[in-house]
């Protein structure tokens, strides 16, 4: 089948390479977002999916304005008979949607119709899910609600970040995009309308909504850090100072009573408290430096047992 990959990040990646390794299909060109800043120069570079296409020889399609009439033109020229979509970072408009004849196919990471939205993958550790997965579905005009094609399952480790969890959907919805776009080629695959009972919204990370909140219990403080964990990345002040945190623990060995916000440490650990019990740091990431350990960082920072995070 003749398609165009749409896609920006990296997570689309194992995606892409899967679609062009395919015998049964043919990437005539891939859509992405506009080069962007990166790096401490910030300079503009070209997002992971359009260095991958140019490895492969593959045409890149970098409009600023994907819905303009002069790309809707460039589209229908190319003649794509079906567009496979990987977190590819803009609305599509009407006529857009309409140029293949087998419309546009999202990869998106969650059970839908749970966690529609632009991080569904924050979403579902922040909400303490135990499994999650991937779906692939026709893109329509509202937001991640058109007809399901196929689902991937996947069980959240207690340990997981939404960096790590990430990682393995990445992968296991490579395989059922594919699988899904070898569907739709031999039309042996029939979309199903999502239930209209069970939707909940995954709406982009702000930096503000990674800021900590002391005052949760300790395990909701621990999985909202894993689910920021690497981006944007949890943070709290200290002081006047901003610190960015890793992942926590909850201590199972420890009778330390705290305040929310109290930090204690000593030569072994940092415990800050919580709305219930303390949470120990693993890494810290003071203002212009590299990650360390809690411990080493506190030493440094000669905190004592009167610190406060907020």
Request: net charge neutral; aromatic share 4%; hydrophobic share 45%.
């Amino acid at each position: 089948m003749r398609l165009v990959f749409a896609g920006t990040p990296e997570p689309a990646l194992p995606s892409l390479r899967r679609l062009i390794a395919s015998p049964r299909h043919d990437v005539v060109a891939v859509l992405t977002r506009p080069d962007a800043a990166a790096g401490r120069r910030g300079r503009p570079a070209p997002s992971p999916v359009a260095q991958l296409a140019a490895e492969h020889d593959i045409p890149i399609l970098r409009p600023a304005r994907p819905n303009s009439a002069e790309f809707v033109a460039e589209l229908t020229e190319l003649a794509p008979q079906c567009c496979a979509v990987v977190a590819y970072g803009a609305v599509l408009g009407d006529a857009l949607l309409a140029v293949p004849a087998y419309g546009w196919v999202n990869l998106h990471f969650s059970l839908l119709p749970a966690w529609r939205g632009a991080a569904p993958v924050q979403a579902a550790l922040a909400a303490g899910d135990t499994v999650t997965g991937a779906t692939t579905f026709q893109i329509e005009r509202s937001l991640d609600s058109g007809p399901v094609f196929g689902v991937v399952t996947e069980t959240v480790r207690p340990t997981d970040t939404a960096g790590d969890l990430l990682e393995r959907l990445a992968d296991s919805g490579a395989e059922l995009l594919e699988a899904t776009m070898d569907g739709i080629a031999e039309q042996r695959l029939t979309a199903v309308a999502q239930p209209a009972d069970g939707v909940s919204l995954a709406p982009k990370v702000t930096v503000e909504d990674a800021r900590v909140r002391w005052d949760l219990p300790a395990h909701v403080v621990d999985r909202r850090i894993r689910a920021v964990t690497p981006n944007p990345g949890a943070w709290t002040m200290v002081g006047e100072l901003r610190i960015k945190l890793g992942p926590v623990t909850v201590p199972t060995d420890t009778e330390v009573s705290l305040q929310p916000g109290e930090i204690r440490a000593d030569k072994r650990q940092v415990l800050v408290g919580t709305g219930s019990a303390p949470v120990r740091l693993g890494t810290v990431v003071p203002p212009g430096k590299k990650a360390m350990n809690a411990a080493d960082w506190a030493r440094g920072a000669r905190l004592d047992e009167s610190g406060w995070a907020r």
